[in-house]
């Protein structure tokens, strides 16, 4: 377990820091998940019961960790995460703004009692500027970032991207900062205070657009499936599903055109490079669609495969979760000791992948944790 020794305290509700702390515990960290009493987590209850009265959402994002219940806002509530806090190394929250501080559970607060305490704050709209008190979801920051208005076919509105690209991407971003941290402190001998948002996430997500407009001029606009830049780099009707076809360069659009039996297109002017194709994107999509509605998908997949030309079917959740080369990466995995299954992290170590070891856990499972020691 390569974060063996690590301890982890996350005070966090739903999805952004659940999912730090779950990339902890998947790499071994001991993650105490410190939850209020009564419901615990808001998360246990996004969704049907799945297993202990808990969702399916939050048996993923808090699997391989433990749970003890904390009223933080009492005296000893407070002395109990103290106690925590006293023998961690990573303190992880997702407070909403300004209860940090009214809780005394701030970064200079901390820091000043635990030097050696790498604190995460991982906020909604960032630690400073106007909106820094505002509070924030998903959705809210895929439509402030411009996520939302670069998403969808361009013939309906602007549609939310379903993953939560947002929340798991701050996670993520506040995983790399902290084990950046734990580096840095095997020389110093310090911690620091680390401020992650969704809106810096969301933001970083739709930079490519923003150079696009900053520096370029380009307008933004919805493609559907395609790409700003290239052409064709899109999904395309068969006779019986869609195919996604990623020409990345004029080489491969040779390959495309020469498959689908239109070796005229490469010395067309309007196809010739990718940079004229992408003045004609709605001529060039027209022709390969009508082409490409003459055979089946598996027909079109094989013909473009055996030609060196990337492309993949658009599959169906339902399609991917039994895909036999997912199965080969053996990420689905089944928990230990229980009739169902989570994917793992998408990441192997030596060739191999951290384990689940053990179901996401039941509200105060490990109090124990706060009893003095005899």
């Known amino acids: 377990m390569l974060l063996n020794g690590i301890v982890v305290i996350e005070c966090s509700q739903v999805l952004s820091a659940p999912y730090a702390g779950m990339i902890l515990a998947d790499l071994g960290a001991q993650v105490i998940k410190v939850e209020k009493p009564m419901s615990g987590d808001d998360a246990r209850k ?37 106690k925590l806090l ?29 030097p050696r305490l790498i604190y995460c704050e991982m906020g909604a709209f960032g630690h400073k500027g106007p909106k820094r008190m505002l509070p924030g979801y998903e959705p809210l920051m895929q439509a402030y970032s411009g996520l939302i208005s670069m998403t969808g076919d361009p013939s309906s509105p602007p549609a939310r991207i379903p993953a939560s690209l947002v929340d798991e991407g701050t996670g993520m971003w506040t995983v790399i900062a902290a084990l950046s941290a734990l580096h840095s402190r095997n020389n110093s001998g310090k911690g620091c205070v680390i401020n992650t948002s969704l809106l810096e996430t969301a933001v970083s997500w739709a930079a490519p657009r923003i150079h696009e407009w900053k520096n370029e001029g380009r307008i933004s606009e919805r493609l559907g499936t395609g790409h700003s830049n290239l052409v064709p780099y899109q ?101 230990p000791d229980h009739n169902f299954e989570l994917t793992g992290l998408p990441i192997s170590f030596n060739d191999e992948r951290p384990k689940i ?11 124990h944790r706060l009893k003095p020691k005899s």
């Open 46 to 82: 996004m969704g049907p019961a799945f297993l202990d009265d808990a969702s399916m959402l939050f048996q993923d994002v808090n699997r391989n960790k433990e749970s003890v219940i904390v009223d933080l806002k009492t005296p000893e509530g407070y002395e109990s995460i103290l």
């Open 86 to 114: 006293g023998s961690a190394d990573i303190f992880i929250h997702n407070f909403r703004p300004g209860d940090a501080e009214k809780l005394k559970l701030d970064g200079p607060t901390l820091t000043q009692k635990f």
């Open 235 to 335: 999904a395309f009707e068969t006779a019986d599903g869609l195919l996604m076809i990623c020409a990345g360069n004029d080489r491969l659009f040779s390959k495309v055109a020469i498959t689908l039996s239109h070796p005229e297109w490469l010395s067309d002017e309007r196809f010739c490079t990718n940079q004229t194709r992408l003045k004609h994107r709605d001529s060039l999509v027209e022709l390969m669609t009508a082409q490409l509605r003459t055979n089946s998908r598996s027909f079109w997949t094989e013909k473009l495969q055996m030609a060196g030309v990337p492309v993949s079917p658009v599959q169906s959740i339902e399609e991917i979760s039994v895909d036999p080369h997912v199965k080969a990466l053996d990420l689905i995995r089944r928990v």
């Open 357 to 367: 070891l053990k179901r996401a856990p039941k509200l105060g499972e490990h109090q």
